[in-house]
């Protein structure tokens, strides 16, 4: 059979095909659906952390250089992600994807957001300098990391994606893509943006300080709603 024949054969049964939904009680790996006609449904909050300017850094470094800056960064966002409750789902390039379940996932979410801030603030960056700035690359030591976290809640639609051998999950809701989204919102001073949905559920511990609101409520002209932005770090 031709390529092409067996293209349109399959996606033909693609669409005709009839998914046989369930309810996730917890957030699936690629070997808990099927390839194929199953798909699990669950409420949650989706986190993606970002490496802002990586095609700078790319263009205008070394690449171990920017091997080190990437590692180090999604090797902090990672570990936070895990140590607040977060499953892991997904790697793109230059950023990391969470999701949290249960009752304080947003809480959770935000929560790590705090703290990955703080490891780019107070761990990463100062490492960098300390590093290389009486080294003979000490260029590099003017270099500091940008990023943003973006999060949003929602109702999740997840399938099994791809061909034998080569497949993975492909998590379909407003909380995947406005999370992701969110990130593209580069604004120097501010580093977390969360949806209103994720804001009016979190707990009163995500939004203050000390007694300081840690929130700025913004217009998201793109979407059409509100969000809430901070350049506020929890330690981890």
């Known amino acids: 059979m031709a390529l092409s024949d067996d293209l349109q ?6 669409f005709s095909a009839v998914l046989k939904k369930r309810e996730g009680q917890k957030v699936p790996e690629t070997e808990d659906i099927t390839l194929g006609t199953e798909a699990v449904t669950l409420n949650a ?7 802002a300017a990586s095609t700078s850094l790319v263009d ?25 409750g977060g499953v892991i789902t997904a790697f793109d390039g230059d950023r990391v994807m969470g999701v949290y379940i249960g ?10 957001a705090l703290k990955i801030n703080h490891a780019v603030t107070h761990i990463i960056n100062p490492a960098i ?22 999060i949003d809640t929602s109702n999740l639609f997840v399938a099994r994606t791809g061909i034998r051998g080569y497949n993975d999950l492909v998590w379909v ?22 949806t209103e949905e994720v804001y009016r559920s979190m707990n009163t511990s995500a939004k203050y300080s000390n007694g300081q609101h840690m929130w700025e409520k913004n217009y998201w ?16």
């Open 9 to 14: 054969s399959q996606v033909k049964e693609i």
């Open 45 to 51: 909050t989706v986190l993606y952390a970002d490496l």
């Open 60 to 84: 205008n470094y070394k690449d171990y250089f920017a091997a080190e800056i990437y590692k180090a960064y999604l090797h902090c966002a990672s570990k936070i992600i895990r140590s607040e």
């Open 103 to 112: 009752e304080s996932k947003n809480t959770s979410a935000v929560s790590c």
């Open 129 to 150: 300098k300390n590093q290389y700035q009486n080294s003979p690359n000490s260029v590099n030591a003017t270099y500091s990391i940008s990023h943003s976290v973006g």
């Open 173 to 194: 809701g407003r909380a995947a893509n406005y999370a992701a989204k969110l990130c593209s919102l580069r604004e120097s001073y501010y580093a977390s943006f969360i």
């Open 221 to 236: 002209s793109e979407k059409g709603i509100y969000i809430y932005r901070s350049s506020w770090w929890r330690k981890p």
